[in-house]
């Protein structure tokens, strides 16, 4: 059973970076042609994506986060990073990792972390 | 980029049907996945590819998508499925994907 495990600060200051990791277990992050991804919640609002990185390194992002969103991915250590610069109390969030299935012009998203809450 | 567009809001009473709708331009041709967020917890999917089950997810939850309008439908509702239900599909045109504001659903 594929499990994502996440963790990382919920308090980010002003200006400075949160940062996020995403521990798979379960399965092989190297295996398959998976987008794992990062999806976040503004308080009382719906998902937004982030963006997404291949096991190849390739990412996708959310163009409207205008280069301040990093997704890495350490496929030795099985897990995948969020890096969001300069943040501001906009930022605050519920933040969520999530493995992406299917393939060109289908993704969807199974199973999700815990999700971690990130306050600015 | 592509729009979805989903009803705040659905109440029904237990053991009715509950009927949640994903409205998008020509939406028939792109592939609709619904999840299931429980208040305080991770979303979970519960529909994928327009009408498929994930392993562990009830026959009482259906899909289907036609025309402009996607639907899932929740047979013999029950108070344990309140929770808000998010569609989603992915937007060829940019490359990501795209989430509906989201269905609240009451059971009454």
């Known amino acids: 059973q594929v499990q994502l495990q996440q963790s990382g600060p919920g308090l980010v200051e002003p200006s400075e970076t949160l940062s996020l990791t995403c521990t798979v277990s379960g399965m092989s992050v190297s295996s398959g042609d998976y987008a794992w991804t990062w999806i976040r919640q503004p308080p009382g609002k719906g998902l937004e994506w982030l963006g997404h990185v291949h096991y190849t390194g390739n990412t996708n992002y959310n163009p409207s986060f205008k280069n301040r969103v990093t997704i890495s991915i350490d496929t030795s250590k099985k897990y995948f990073s969020l890096k969001v610069n300069s943040v501001t109390a906009a930022d605050t969030a519920f933040y969520y990792c999530?493995?992406?299935?299917?393939?060109?012009?289908?993704?969807?998203?199974?199973?999700w972390g815990q999700g971690t809450q990130v306050t600015v | 980029s592509y729009v979805v567009t989903q009803p705040p809001s659905v109440s029904v009473a237990p053991g009715w049907t509950a009927t949640f709708t994903c409205g998008g331009d020509n939406i028939g041709t792109k592939r609709v996945n619904w999840y299931q967020q429980r208040p305080g917890q991770a979303p979970l999917l519960v529909i994928y590819?327009?009408?498929d089950r994930p392993s562990g997810i009830p026959e009482r939850f259906s899909g289907s998508n036609s025309g402009n309008t996607a639907t899932l439908t929740i047979s013999r509702v029950e108070t344990g499925d309140e929770a808000d239900y998010y569609c989603q599909v992915w937007d060829s045109s940019s490359d990501h994907p795209v989430f509906g504001g989201g269905t609240k659903l009451t059971v009454l």
């Open positions: 999530a493995r992406g299935l299917g393939g060109s012009d289908v993704y969807w998203f199974d199973p």
């Open positions: 590819y327009d009408s």
